[in-house]
């Protein structure tokens, strides 16, 4: 038979132990999350130049296959479904079945022909706005 201790020692944390630790993870999100944010805002940035390289890869495809670029009319949307006044379209000429968005979910902006070159597509960043700095700075295909 056993016997038990009525000093018996219980095992666990005590409130005061689970209070510094949560002080300490506190502390520690509190350094890091502002910098994971940032790096964030830098990765849509970067992927949205990624998205205008390959969309005016693209449009290169298309005019050399129709002999000129879509109008601003035709839009991007040109590059996925046949535009009715295109005889020899061989697209679709992504290989999504839809243009994409940029990061923040906005259309790109495409004029043909462009101000800066023979088409412009760009985005207006996190702010949807023209103009800005960081991650609301615009995306210019001509830059």
Excluded: C
């Amino acid at each position: 038979m056993k016997h038990y201790n009525a000093k018996q020692q219980q095992t666990g944390f005590t409130l005061l132990e689970l209070l510094v630790v949560l002080g300490i993870i506190a502390m520690l999100a509190g350094i890091v999350g502002p910098q994971v944010m940032k790096h964030m805002g830098e990765s849509k940035t970067k992927a949205a130049k990624v998205q205008i390289e390959d969309l005016s890869a693209s449009l290169d495809m298309y005019k050399l296959d129709l002999g000129r670029y879509p109008t601003t009319e035709e839009g991007l949307n040109a590059l996925v479904e046949s535009p009715d006044s295109s005889k020899p379209w061989n697209g679709p000429y992504l290989k999504k079945s839809k243009v994409p968005v940029d990061p923040w979910q906005q259309p790109y902006h495409y004029v043909s022909p462009g101000e800066h070159g023979k088409f412009d597509i760009y985005s207006y960043g996190a702010d949807g706005k023209e103009g800005g700095e960081g991650e609301d700075q615009d995306l210019l295909s001509w830059q």
